[in-house]
Structures are given as C-alpha cells and as structure tokens.
C-alpha cells in the first residue's frame, strides 16, 4: 500500500482500469487534479496497450491484479462493465487502495453493501462519481432549498432523457444484462436523476411506483433484451413531497437533458444539465432567471465557480471537481457533497426498488438509508 506518501512528496500516483470512454474522462479529471497517470489496465493486453495510448498512460498492464501490485499507485480509477464493478472495487480495497467506482457501483443490493463495509473496514476513500452535484448551480439550489427559500417541499418532477438507443440499430454492451446488470437506462442514468434530487432537497424518496419499457427485443448484436429502455415512476418523500420522474434513452432530440424541477410552498427551483450555467427561480411574482457568477453565490457554489461568469463551465469541470475531492478526501480532508460507496448503495437500493414495482406493478417502499448518508443541506447551512 503507498497510499502513506503524501501530495507534498509526490503526486497522487493514479491507475485506471478499463479502456473505454469514462476512461478517458476519467484520466482527464485525474490530470487536472495534478495527479500523475501510473497505467491502464483492460479486458485483454492489447486492449490496454490500445487504451493506454488512447488516454496517454505510460504503462499498459497486463490484467488488474499486475496494476494493484504495481509500486506507486495511491488512487485507482473503475471503469470497467457494470457487472465487473463489485468484484474489482473489492480488489482495490483489499489492495490497500483508495477507489473511484463508476456507477452503478454493483448490480445487487447484497455487494454493494459488502463494498461499503469493506472499504469502512479499510479506511480507504471510496466514491462513486455522481458528478452532476459539482454543476455550481446545483449546489447553489442545494443552499436555496436548505435555507428555506422555498418553504414546505410540494412536488418534484424529473427527467433523464437521451436518444442514443433510439433505432433497432443502436447497440451497445450495456443492454446485455451479463454486462450491464438488470436494469439499463435507470441503473445508468436514473441513478443520476434521483441521486440529484435527493441531494438538492436534502429528502429522501420513501415508496415508488414504477412501469418500464424495452423497446426492442432485438438490436445489432444482441437478442431476448430484457433491460429497459425507459421507466417512469411515481415519488413520495419522506417529508409528505410528491413527485414524478421519467427515464429514457429512447427520446429523440434529447443527448443528456437531466433537468429537475422542484416546487416549493413559497418558491420552485428548476435546473437544466443542458444549460448548466443557469438556474430558474419561480415565484409567484417575480420569477427570476439567476446567472452563475461567484460574486451572488452561496459559499458552496462560489467554491466551484472556477472560471468567472461569462464563461461556460460544464461536464467535465464537474467531474474535474468530484475527482479533485476524491482526492483530497484521501489526504483526511472533508469536502462537502462528496458522493461515497454509501450514495452508491443508496442508488443501488432504488434500482431494486425500481424494478420490483415494474415487475409487480405495486408500490413499493424504498429501504431507509444506511448510516452512511452524505452530508444533508441542513447540515451545510449549520456549519
């Protein structure tokens, strides 16, 4: 285990495994929190000769356990297959290893609570990248919701919309449950939605009601799909709110619109992930269209405010700002709103939910939250 060495004596040394787009954004992240790429590993040798000249990594290993063993690495990156995230997430810990796991961060309920006992068990930093709460206007919602700008929570509505999966020849390695797990388009993305929602309002979703949808069966290179290529669910909270919340990668137009929408007694709040430099205020009277700029923030969202206003920040710069508190979580800090294994569980524990309402078409109630829960708005405006 090197992860003793301090960032005074040396970058974090940072090793990534698997080869595939969120490798590379995984990388970029890594490099613009100054850390220094150790290697890559994949599914196979060339595969990772490939990916390592992909993301500029010096070294190529030849399978993960030559990467754990490798002398330098403090911070490992996992972005491999859903169904692979478990099993080489606990090899990472029992390595000695601080982790960053893609989500879903496992495909049963049952290893993800293994993964967040393990890592406790370890003292190891361990976190799942729900980055979209590192848009600043996020968190500036997060501290209006907190301080009580909008009063008695009313109502919520959500959506997660692309179109990548649109036409029958569309295909992609996460619609094989063997690969990406039971569930496809909430496990992938309405993990995001619902993971945002809970950390604006500081409430959590008690019982659902969900219906889902596979469009298709068949696609290029798979037959008898059965993951869902759409879900809309019905919301309670546990203060009384209720809400609605849609799914899809089925939506034409639609590349990554996450937008949320949150109604208040005495004011609603609506942000956009596909114009993440504003967030709509509603009122009454007067409602208000509110521009990022540090100078007007609340603290929380002035701290990733990096470039001034004028200037758009977006995707990247809020996973740049999850990997930089990653990182500074394993040097002892706390940074506020960081997403652990815990909120990995927490999405795990709602996709379960999730498609056992689908599959017996009842309300289902969603487990009370572990102790590991994240730091909630009230407790940032108390500090």
Partial sequence: MTTAVTPAERPWGVAVIGGGFMAEVHSRAARAARASLVGVSSSSPASAERAAARIGAPRA?????????????????????????????LEVIEAGHHVICEKPLATSVEDAERLVDAAERATVTATVPFVYRYHPMVREARARVASGDLGTLLTIQGSYLQ????????????????????????????????????FVTGDRIVRLAATSRTVFAERAHHRAIETEDSVALVVETATGAIGTVLV?????????????????????????QEAPETLW??????????????????PDAARLSIVPSGHPMGYQDAF???VADSYAAARGETPEGLPTFADGLRAVQLTSAVLASAANGEWVDVPASTAHVSTTPSEVIAR
Avoid at 166 to 195: K, M, N, Q, Y
Avoid at 248 to 269: D, H, M, T
């Fill in 61 to 89: 290993f030849a399978s993960a356990a030559d990467l754990l063993a490798a002398d330098g690495v403090d911070v490992v990156h996992v972005c491999t297959p859903n169904t692979t995230h478990a099993p080489i997430a």
């Fill in 163 to 198: 179109d990548w999966l649109l036409t029958e020849s569309d295909d992609d390695w996460r619609v094989d449950s063997a690969l990406g797990g039971p569930s496809r388009a909430f496990a992938d993305i309405g993990s995001h939605l619902c993971d945002l929602v809970e």
């Fill in 248 to 272: 899809s990668q089925v939506a034409p137009g639609r590349k990554n619109r996450l937008a949320i929408e949150i109604a208040g007694s005495s004011e609603s709040l609506s942000f956009d």
């Fill in 281 to 298: 205020l509603g009122r009454r009277e007067g409602s208000q269209l509110l521009v990022r700029d540090a100078a007007v923030l609340r």
């Fill in 320 to 322: 740049n700002a999850f």
